[in-house]
């Protein structure tokens, strides 16, 4: 695939093809470990993931082969987060697991090697994983001094089961490719030398869907779980198909043109 750069950036990729956009973890030393700037930077590029028109799918991966990513970047932890340039503190991947989630388009992981920790917890948060048969899943938070109690252990139960969830979590074990598959936690696996082939596949065959329904789709899986967030996008999303018809349009005319609105010339559903 020729990949285009959308956007230059230190620690990620951030390409485009035929409607596809790409956002890779450019840390392989560290087996793509995060950084604040790392997610600073992915933040950035799911802004303009979700502002750009012409994009309809997301990928996010790692280089190398070797990982997906390996979670925070332990070397640069500090009191109460993971430290930048600007010496503050910040656990901003929570802000980016976030815009996975709310974005009106999917998002599939795309993982080689390791998925670990912080790491493992993003592609959890992905609509779709597809997993090279060398992906290798698990949490470490409770050995390295952390956990995610949030998407990283409610939503994980919600896919693998709350018995599995905390076996994962309280263990710390790791898991291959087709334990994974078979739990649920990932979609499909596949040679390394596929993957990006079967992950662009499944983008081409989401691309062929109607963009709206996928739209409402993503936002309705939300919903149930997310509480008055997910909720709120649901309705946002109703909004936005209302503000399409007619009759929204003949309320704000109305405004426009200070007159009283008609709305009985519009039909009634049962
Ligand atoms: C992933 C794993 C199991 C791989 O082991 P192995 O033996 O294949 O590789 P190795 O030698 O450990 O790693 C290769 C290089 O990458 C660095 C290593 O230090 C090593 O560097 P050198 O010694 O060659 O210089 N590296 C790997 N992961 C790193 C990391 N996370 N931070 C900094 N450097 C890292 C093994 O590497 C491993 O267990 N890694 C640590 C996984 C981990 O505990 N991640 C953090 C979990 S907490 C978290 O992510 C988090 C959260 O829980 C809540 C909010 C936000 C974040």
Redesign the pocket.
Known sequence: IQWETLKSYEDILFQFHEGIARISINRP???N?FRPQTVTEMIDAMHICREDVRIQVIILTGEGGK?FC??????VRGHGGYVGEDQVPR?N??DLQKMIRSIPKAVIASVAG?A????HVLHVICDLTIAAENARFGQ??P??G???GGF?ASYLARIVGQKKAREIWFLCD?YDASEALDMGLVNKVVPLEKLEEETVKWCKKIQDKSPLAIRMLKSSFNAELDGQAGIQELAGNATLLYYLSDEAKEGFNSFLEKRKPDFDKFPKFP
């Open positions: 030393h560290k087996h470990a990982a390996s979670g925070g970047d332990q070397s656990l991947v929570l390791w670990i920790g912080g790491g470490t938070g050995m390295v952390s956990f995610d990283g790791q």
